[in-house]
């Protein structure tokens, strides 16, 4: 059977992605993730961009998996701190953040930009390694929108500047989103949709 590992430990996102690729496991690719393998220990995210620092942890995982594995990375780009904090989101404040401290510290950072100024985007890379053949390929996606000047009551674990973003197709808060209007933006599955016919001839 053919296996591919779901590169994250972020469980909210683990369980976005095996849903993005059930299309797979109906042709028989088995998904696994890093619990169902044991895999412990992280990659040195030392790209300077989304893309380079996916492509450093599909290949961390794959190399000890030996199978093809997907990673992704990706974050926030504010437009008036340019594209902070962009591949340091989670660390933007220099350390490894709770979801409260990295929404407190993003109102910090914005205080004084004006509410038309506060354009940004969601982006993310998600990226395709398969240590036999070593082919590699990634797929680019981004969510316009902007910031607002006060979080929302409720936030999804794991996924703090939602509490913030205000997607702009729907001039709504990401985490106000409905289920088919989250289907209908989200740029992780529209980024796995493009990779999928590239994993089933490269698996």
């Not at 993005?20 to 619990?35: E, F, M, N, P, W």
């Not at 780009?77 to 340019?82: E, V, Y």
């Not at 390694?129 to 794991?158: D, L």
């Not at 529209?190 to 016919?197: G, H, N, S, Y």
């Amino acid at each position: 059977m053919k296996k591919l590992l779901i590169a994250t430990s972020n469980q909210s996102k683990k369980k976005e992605i095996i849903h993005g690729l059930a299309q797979l496991s109906k042709i028989g690719v088995q998904l696994l993730t890093l619990d169902d393998l044991e895999i412990i220990g992280e990659p040195i995210e030392s790209g300077s961009t989304f893309e380079e620092n996916a492509k450093i942890k599909a290949k961390f995982y794959a190399d000890q998996a030996k199978i093809p594995t997907l990673a992704d990375d990706g974050g926030l780009m504010i437009d008036a701190l340019n594209g902070a904090p962009g591949v340091i989101s989670r660390r933007w404040p220099g350390y490894e953040a709770t979801d409260r401290e990295l929404i407190d510290y993003a109102l910090e950072k914005m205080k004084h930009i004006q509410k038309e100024e506060r354009t940004a985007q969601l982006k993310t890379c998600v990226c395709f390694f398969n240590p036999v053949s070593k082919y590699i390929s990634c797929v680019e996606q981004s969510i316009a929108g902007k910031m607002s000047e006060k979080p929302i009551t409720y936030n999804t674990n794991g996924y703090p500047f939602r509490a913030l973003f205000i997607v702009q197709e729907f001039n709504k808060f990401y985490d106000e989103l409905t289920q088919d209007e989250h289907q209908r933006i989200n740029h992780r599955l529209k980024a796995i949709q493009q990779l999928i016919p590239i994993i089933e001839n490269n698996i």
